[in-house]
């Protein structure tokens, strides 16, 4: 019954290697976000899709990019990883804009850089 | 700049007894507010919900209090259990009907349930 899935749970990558989470959903929420969670921090917003209109934080480094080629799938892009982009990284959907408890978050990908 | 914050980052109780975590806030033109509950290696699992004009809610269990005065916002847990054991995030919803909303997270509270 998982309704927003990311892919893998665990991930490792190489410094440097350019390496993609995925996330999917069958809830048909038009609102999907990406977050990132460093060790014993909050949830911090990368960016996210409004249908496919991309939204960008301020503060999110270049080195992080997003795709959405349909409204179920929602994929991270992070082109150079360094040491700091270890984390937690979060997927989460919403319905109605506005509406928090629309919001659904997955299980996560815990990113490891080596 | 504006954020969403915790008083404290950990709290132990005993098992049977009530808890209370808070929350300060500095968006006022923030109009609703989420208590998030974490598990170890899971993602936030939504907890109760806030809007503005209200001051009190209650759910199963929990009641949020939000002091817009102050810009104070509490979680209280009645009767806490071992699996209330988690950390638990107060969030700020901002965000237009156009861009979708967007949550801003405090930075959690480790709440420690001792049998």
């Known amino acids: 019954d998982a309704m927003v899935i990311q892919n893998p749970r665990y991930q490792v990558t190489q410094f440097g290697k350019p390496v993609t989470l995925s996330c999917s959903q069958t809830?048909?929420?038009?609102?999907m976000y990406w977050y990132q969670q460093k060790s014993s921090q909050a949830p911090k917003l990368l960016f996210h899709y409004y249908d496919k209109d991309f939204n960008n934080e301020a503060d999110t480094p270049d080195n992080f990019q997003s795709r959405r080629p349909n409204t179920s799938f929602c994929f991270l892009d992070i082109r150079s990883p360094g040491l700091g982009d270890a984390a937690m990284y979060l997927c989460?959907?919403?319905?109605?804009?506005?509406?928090?408890?629309?919001?659904?978050f997955g299980s996560g990908t815990r990113l490891t850089v080596v | 700049g504006e954020s969403v914050g915790l008083h404290l980052p950990t709290l132990s109780v005993q098992e049977g007894d009530n808890s209370i975590i808070n929350c300060a806030y500095s968006n006022s033109a923030s109009d609703y507010f989420i208590w998030y509950k974490q598990e170890s290696g899971k993602g936030p699992q939504f907890i109760i919900d806030i809007r503005s004009n209200m001051d009190k809610r209650q759910g199963q269990r929990v009641t949020v209090l939000l002091n817009k005065t102050v810009k104070h916002l509490s979680l209280q847990i009645a009767a806490t259990q071992p699996g209330d054991s988690a950390v638990y995030f107060c969030a700020e919803n901002r965000g237009g009907e156009t861009s979708g909303s967007r949550l801003t997270f405090g930075e959690g509270t480790q709440l420690t349930v001792n049998p």
């Open positions: 809830l048909n929420h038009n609102v």
């Open positions: 989460a959907t919403s319905r109605d804009p506005g509406r928090a408890n629309g919001y659904t």
